[in-house]
């Protein structure tokens, strides 16, 4: 299967400090993927290197065959970051609706009202983004980040702060994307998503792959542990050695 992303050799170094070691990994078409690892493991500075935010040292990171460009790329590209970027002093509708105009939306009003009764905010629609729980400020990101139909998803954290049943609706628009063959990048912590939905994952550890594979494969390669407790293992814990 073809791969929509490639990191080879990727090394990045910040002055004298080395956050990313000799990482090689692809993201084929149409998967779901996860990038796991404990906070500073590099998992941001690989997703930021790979959107040109930052220069790798050394080693090559392409999305579609190519380092990304978002005015020259022939795949759209969607990505919520872990920081929320929106317009705080707006309300929930003028926020989707402008997002919308800018990503040439035919309709953006009517798309947003949707996307809005779908997740349930529809009754937020004209209150100001600010008055929004952080969790109903995560679902207007996500909505900006989707509406486009971008095939090449990049999720951080996207249910963090989420009560178990708004995890739900969230992991299933991200496998209905998955199912029209929309390739996703799952940032998170929640294991039990990992194992739901990713077809592979790689997970690091100070800048340095510890597993990479199919989810069946990292397990049998910690002699069928799940993948929580591969997690501990990895960063140091016996508990479950």
Not at 72 to 78: A, D, K, Q, R
Not at 140 to 154: A, D, E, F, R, Y
Not at 187 to 208: N, Q
């Amino acid at each position: 299967m073809e791969n929509v992303v490639t990191v080879q050799n990727f090394r990045m170094d910040f002055g004298p400090k080395t956050v990313i070691k000799d990482l090689s990994f692809d993201v084929k078409k149409g998967e779901i993927f996860g990038l796991l690892g404990s906070n500073g493991s590099g998992k941001t500075t690989t997703i930021r290197a790979l959107l040109g935010f930052y220069t790798p040292t050394s080693g090559k990171l392409l999305i579609d065959g190519k380092p990304y460009n978002p005015e020259g790329s022939n795949i759209t590209v969607g990505y919520l970051p872990e920081e929320r970027g929106l317009y705080r002093k707006e309300t929930v509708l003028d926020n989707l609706i402008y997002f919308g105009e800018l990503k040439c939306l035919p309709n953006p009003r009517e798309w947003a009202l949707k996307y809005l009764q779908r997740v349930k905010l529809l009754d937020k629609a004209n209150e100001k983004l600010e008055r929004l729980s952080g969790g109903q400020q995560q679902k207007v990101q996500l909505g900006i980040t989707i509406m486009n139909h971008p095939k090449l998803l990049i999720l951080d954290e996207p249910t963090k702060g989420f009560d178990p049943m708004n995890r739900q609706l969230l992991m299933g628009i991200i496998d209905e994307l998955h199912r029209e063959g929309t390739a996703v990048i799952l940032i998170t912590h929640y294991m039990d998503e990992v194992e739901k939905l990713c077809d592979r994952a790689i997970l690091l550890k100070d800048g340095v792959a510890h597993a990479y594979g199919t989810i069946s494969e990292i397990r049998k390669q910690f002699n069928g542990k799940s993948l929580e407790q591969i997690f501990v293992k990895v960063y140091g814990e016996d508990d479950y050695a």
